[in-house]
């Protein structure tokens, strides 16, 4: 029997506010613990949290990003559970009514194509703090400074159908977040955070089968990597004719599985509940309509104006787009050098492929667009070859000079001038009689000799254009 995945995430996006969701504390990331903490995120009796607006506002900024309907009233509830890291005994979020419902994201894969994945609902809500493990002695310590920063949760409807598409929608959501400046997205510090569920069905079935969870996720590949794992044992299960059993399973990255961390007997009963201590949220049309109208180009609407306007493949657009400060590099490119094709290959090919071996983001990038820019105007202007380009190139990345000054300091410019270049070829057909013989009684293939003897002898200066053309006239060709 075939079956087909079901999988929908909820992903936790830590909100780049300054101070708490409800308190005045700062949010800084590295504190020294428990610094960062006052009554109200520790939760002493007799404190009255207030909302803080930029929370609201951002959480509105991702609500209409991604098409949501906002709800013009919506409540905190208590979510009640016991945990060292949340000393007040629950977790103010939202439950029953969130701040946004139903959106969409779109998604695009190989194997599928393009594809919209349902946004079921986004809500606020505080971050628990942190337990610490001493390695040598069997002590935990709690520290507090993470209680009360900003969270959205963001949570999908079950419409992925492969581990390729949910890294798909995870990248394109962290895009998102990103363009419009709320969240840092970094899977590794705990910034954005997901939790896979995943179920199997018969393929050609409607009903859903029962589903994992499964925690402790934090990086794409370890997405993927859990998705492809956790498929695999279900599809097992299945076939021996066993069940799934519904639970959250944590991801092991060493030993590359999933395992059991807690099944739905221990499933936790929040109890949610109003929160008594908030007024309900009640957001007016105008504030909705100012955020909307100082939202940014979201990635989607940059690839698809890098295709119609620039005439780039949607590939290229899309590879551009992807992250806000790769296609802000390409932009500020073209304002030097206004060919988009060229360029694109650049920051695409080399520029990518030398950030990666260094293991650079583009905003730390040793060759600025406007250098970059300027190597591609030399290319064009026939000052340098395009082979001669690659090695300037290395140079501007390793010194972070201007390609101007590499190019004159190594005598690198291009010979172009016709009667240097015919005293080279001159004296190269002079020493390579039989060559010329062969050549001229047919062997046209030799063509390629002379251009390479010609370089060697111009170390990679000649202009390949002009040496074809003085070869060709001297030749008889
Ligand atoms: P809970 O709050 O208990 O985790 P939800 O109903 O909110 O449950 O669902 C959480 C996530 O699980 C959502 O992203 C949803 O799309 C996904 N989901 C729900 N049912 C299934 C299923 N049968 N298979 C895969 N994913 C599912
Ligand atoms: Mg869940
Ligand atoms: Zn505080």
């Not at 520790?42 to 929370?55: I, S």
């Not at 609201?56 to 890291?85: H, Q």
């Not at 983001?361 to 190597?375: F, H, K, M, N, Y």
């Not at 190594?410 to 015919?422: F, I, K, N, P, W």
Request: hydrophobic share 40%; charged share 30%.
């Amino acid at each position: 029997m075939e079956f087909e995945p079901v999988i929908g995430l909820e992903v936790h996006a830590q909100l780049k506010t300054r101070t708490k969701i409800f308190c005045g504390c700062s949010t800084a990331f590295g504190a020294p613990p428990n610094t960062h903490v006052c009554p109200v995120c520790l939760g002493l009796p007799g404190v009255l949290p207030v909302l803080n607006r930029e929370v609201l506002s951002f959480s509105i900024r991702m609500a209409l990003a991604t098409g949501c309907r906002i709800n013009r009233e919506s409540r905190f509830a208590r979510k009640n559970y016991f945990y060292p890291d949340l000393p007040k005994g629950y977790q103010i979020s939202q439950y029953e009514r969130p701040i946004a419902e139903h959106g969409r994201i779109t998604i695009e894969t190989a194997e599928a194509g393009t594809a919209t994945v349902g946004i079921t609902r986004i809500h606020m809500e505080e971050d628990a703090g942190k337990l610490v493990h001493d390695p040598d002695r069997p002590v935990s310590r709690v520290d507090l400074n993470r209680t009360g920063v900003p969270l959205i949760e963001i949570v999908s409807e079950p419409d992925l159908r492969s581990p390729e598409q949910a890294g798909a929608y995870l990248r394109k959501l962290r895009a998102v977040v990103r363009y419009l400046e709320i969240c840092d997205g970094n899977l590794e510090e705990g910034s954005f955070r997901c939790d896979a569920n995943v179920s199997l069905r018969p393929r050609g079935t409607a009903a859903f089968g029962t589903r994992a969870e499964i925690k402790n996720l934090n990086s794409f590949r370890n997405v993927e990597r859990a998705l492809h794992y956790e498929i695999e044992r279900q599809r097992e299960r299945l076939l021996d004719g066993e069940t799934v059993v519904q639970e959250t399973r944590l991801w092991d990255p060493d030993k590359n599985r999933t395992f059991s961390m807690r099944g739905k007997e221990e499933a936790h009963d929040y109890r949610y509940f109003p929160d008594p201590d908030l007024l309900p949220v009640v957001i007016d049309t105008e504030w909705i309509e100012a955020i909307r109208a100082a939202l940014p180009e979201l990635p989607d609407a940059r690839q698809n104006r890098y295709v119609r306007e620039l005439g780039l493949s949607a590939e290229d657009a899309g590879r551009l787009a992807a992250a806000r400060e790769t296609g802000d590099y390409f932009e500020a490119g073209l304002e030097v050098f206004s060919q988009p094709k060229p360029l694109a290959n650049w920051i695409l090919g080399d520029l990518a492929a030398h950030l990666n071996a260094a293991g650079k983001d583009i905003e730390e990038a040793p060759v600025t667009p406007s250098q970059l820019g300027r190597l591609l105007q030399l290319i064009d202007e026939g000052t340098i070859s395009g082979k001669i380009a690659k090695s300037v190139f290395e140079r501007m990345a390793a010194t972070g000079q201007d390609p101007d000054v590499i190019v004159e300091a190594q005598g690198l410019r291009q010979m172009s001038d016709t009667s240097e270049l015919e005293a080279v070829i001159d004296r190269i057909l002079a020493e390579a009689p039989d060559e010329v013989a062969a050549f001229r009684n047919g062997k046209t293939k030799l063509m390629g000799f002379f251009v390479g003897q010609v370089m060697k002898a111009t170390r990679g200066k000649a202009n390949p254009r002009k040496v074809n053309a003085i070869l060709t006239e001297k030749l008889g060709a």
